[in-house]
């Protein structure tokens, strides 16, 4: 059987010459059709349904003359891809040929506008598409704007440009702060604070000597002890003192109070003391004993003035006669809490009696 000039062989498909070239055959062959299932016939009108085409092979278009069968109602044969995603007319032209020979020179500013090559010279129908071209580049202007400074930079002026629209009252903050309105609120936010801060913020007490009995001696009056290599004395004694946290609302706590003992006549330090953690009850006076303890050493063997005052002072009693007083300077420091730095003050105490008392043999 022939199709033309090629021997076809019984089940439609074109023969390989006896010669054995591939050329000839591969020559009929279609990609488009074959993946298609579009094979060569026999007849050209020996399929009824079917039209013949130019170079016999099969149609998928249904015949519109062929006579209604009981199978006419079933889907129309369609091809699975169009011609389209072959890149070349599959049908129509020999896939081994259709291929770019070389591509036509194209202007710069033509191919970056269009972003599409020409077609081959051959016109094979083939049409390559790249990617969108580039825009133009970045001038120095738009890349110094794109830097994390410049940005900075642009934020902090877009608020202070709100903040003047702000103030000169064509914006409103919130949609409903106005400046005037701002100024208002701000006046009756101080107030409040000023009020709740008068009641809240502690108050520094006042401190005073008790007028009966201002020294106490710990454990009791012969307590008091003489040494005469070197010369000095040591003992431990009360202070008995008055706190008035009358101007406070809460109670003043103290984390530390320092006391130190002076002698008036001399300055000399005769003592020092330290209560920790204590407090004063607000719109209440507070009577507490402050622990002190006194030492002293003399500068000569027979005893300095300093020396000399508290000895006497605290000598042995003897019948119808006085002893002298001392005459002290108490000055007392404290840290409270809730307020920033130290607070002190400082009193004296004139003509009180030395409370213990030496025995004749010391």
Same mark, same amino acid.
């Given at each position: 059987m022939y199709m033309g000039d !090629?021997?076809? *062989? @019984? !089940? %439609?498909?074109?023969?390989? *010459?006896? @010669? %054995? +070239? $591939? $050329? +000839? /055959?591969? /020559? $009929?062959w279609n990609v488009y059709d074959d993946f298609n299932n579009v094979r060569p016939l026999s007849s050209s009108a020996g399929l009824s349904g079917l039209q013949s085409h130019d170079q016999g092979y099969w149609d998928a278009t249904p015949n519109k003359e062929a006579p209604e069968t009981p199978y006419s109602d079933y889907p129309k044969r369609q091809s699975l891809l169009p011609q389209e995603a072959f890149g070349f007319d599959a049908r129509n032209t020999n896939p081994r040929t259709s291929f770019p020979i070389s591509m036509r020179e194209i202007d710069t500013n033509a191919n970056r506008n269009s972003g599409h090559l020409a077609a081959n010279e051959a016109g094979s129908g083939i049409e390559l598409i790249t990617v969108p071209a580039l825009g133009a580049e970045y001038t120095k202007e738009e890349m110094r704007q794109m830097t994390r400074k410049q940005k900075k930079k642009n934020k902090r002026s877009a608020k202070k440009a709100q903040v003047a629209k702000w103030a000169k009252g064509e914006e409103r903050a919130c949609g409903w702060l106005t400046p005037r309105l701002a100024v208002f609120l701000a006046f009756i936010f101080f107030c409040l604070l000023g009020v709740c801060l008068f009641f809240v913020i502690p108050r520094v007490p006042t401190f005073a000597l008790l007028t009966t009995d201002p020294l106490e001696a710990v454990p009791d009056g012969a307590s008091m002890l003489i040494h005469h290599s070197p010369t000095n004395f040591s003992m431990d004694m009360n202070l008995n003192l008055r706190a008035d946290n009358g101007g406070g609302w809460i109670t003043t706590k103290a984390s530390e109070i320092k006391v130190q003992v002076t002698d008036i006549k001399t300055t000399k330090k005769v003592g020092e003391g330290t209560l920790n953690d204590f407090s004063f009850p607000g719109r209440k006076r507070t009577v507490f004993k402050m622990p002190v303890s006194f030492s002293y050493v003399s500068l000569n063997a027979t005893g300095d003035e300093t020396f000399l005052d508290f000895y006497h002072a605290c000598g042995h009693k003897y019948d119808n006669t006085a002893r002298p007083t001392l005459n002290l300077g108490i000055s007392l420091t404290m840290k409270v809490k809730g307020l920033i730095g130290t607070k002190g003050t400082s009193t004296q105490i004139s003509n009180v009696a030395c409370p213990f008392e030496l025995q004749n043999f010391q």
């Amino acid at each position: 059987m022939y199709m033309g000039d !090629k021997p076809v *062989n @019984s !089940k %439609g498909y074109l023969q390989a *010459n006896e @010669s %054995g +070239d $591939d $050329d +000839d /055959e591969d /020559e $009929d062959w279609n990609v488009y059709d074959d993946f298609n299932n579009v094979r060569p016939l026999s007849s050209s009108a020996g399929l009824s349904g079917l039209q013949s085409h130019d170079q016999g092979y099969w149609d998928a278009t249904p015949n519109k003359e062929a006579p209604e069968t009981p199978y006419s109602d079933y889907p129309k044969r369609q091809s699975l891809l169009p011609q389209e995603a072959f890149g070349f007319d599959a049908r129509n032209t020999n896939p081994r040929t259709s291929f770019p020979i070389s591509m036509r020179e194209i202007d710069t500013n033509a191919n970056r506008n269009s972003g599409h090559l020409a077609a081959n010279e051959a016109g094979s129908g083939i049409e390559l598409i790249t990617v969108p071209a580039l825009g133009a580049e970045y001038t120095k202007e738009e890349m110094r704007q794109m830097t994390r400074k410049q940005k900075k930079k642009n934020k902090r002026s877009a608020k202070k440009a709100q903040v003047a629209k702000w103030a000169k009252g064509e914006e409103r903050a919130c949609g409903w702060l106005t400046p005037r309105l701002a100024v208002f609120l701000a006046f009756i936010f101080f107030c409040l604070l000023g009020v709740c801060l008068f009641f809240v913020i502690p108050r520094v007490p006042t401190f005073a000597l008790l007028t009966t009995d201002p020294l106490e001696a710990v454990p009791d009056g012969a307590s008091m002890l003489i040494h005469h290599s070197p010369t000095n004395f040591s003992m431990d004694m009360n202070l008995n003192l008055r706190a008035d946290n009358g101007g406070g609302w809460i109670t003043t706590k103290a984390s530390e109070i320092k006391v130190q003992v002076t002698d008036i006549k001399t300055t000399k330090k005769v003592g020092e003391g330290t209560l920790n953690d204590f407090s004063f009850p607000g719109r209440k006076r507070t009577v507490f004993k402050m622990p002190v303890s006194f030492s002293y050493v003399s500068l000569n063997a027979t005893g300095d003035e300093t020396f000399l005052d508290f000895y006497h002072a605290c000598g042995h009693k003897y019948d119808n006669t006085a002893r002298p007083t001392l005459n002290l300077g108490i000055s007392l420091t404290m840290k409270v809490k809730g307020l920033i730095g130290t607070k002190g003050t400082s009193t004296q105490i004139s003509n009180v009696a030395c409370p213990f008392e030496l025995q004749n043999f010391q």
